[in-house]
């Protein structure tokens, strides 16, 4: 039993040692889009108040951005406002110059 054990540890290592094979690059054109968010305030249904009030922020090619806070801070509400299932009550979203999201009931609009 020991033997098996040791040969089986001796076949991991000599698999674990083993040089990959490299795999050609692929070559990817450089990213173009540009994400504009402007003044956007958000009103969720059955609400009054706004959840988000005047946020602004872009995102230019090769860019990212992380959505951090505590509890009922309207990360949510800014996901739905940029994924057009909850509308705009002021401000525009635009994707590559284009106004992407109307202020109305509609959602996605170019």
């Known amino acids: 039993m020991v033997q098996r054990a040791w040969r089986a540890r001796d076949s991991l290592a000599a698999l674990l040692a083993a040089e990959p094979v490299a795999r050609p690059k692929v070559s990817l054109p450089r990213p173009s889009a540009l994400l ?47 994924t057009g299932v909850w509308p705009l009550a002021s401000g525009k979203i635009c994707w590559m110059a284009h106004r992407w999201i109307s202020t109305t009931r509609n959602g996605w609009r170019i």
């Open 36 to 82: 504009d968010i402007r003044q956007i305030s958000v009103v969720p249904p059955q609400s009054k108040a706004p959840t988000l009030r005047r946020v602004s922020f872009d995102l230019r090619p090769g860019e990212a951005v992380g959505v951090i806070g505590s509890s009922g801070s309207g990360k949510s509400t800014l996901a739905r406002a940029l």
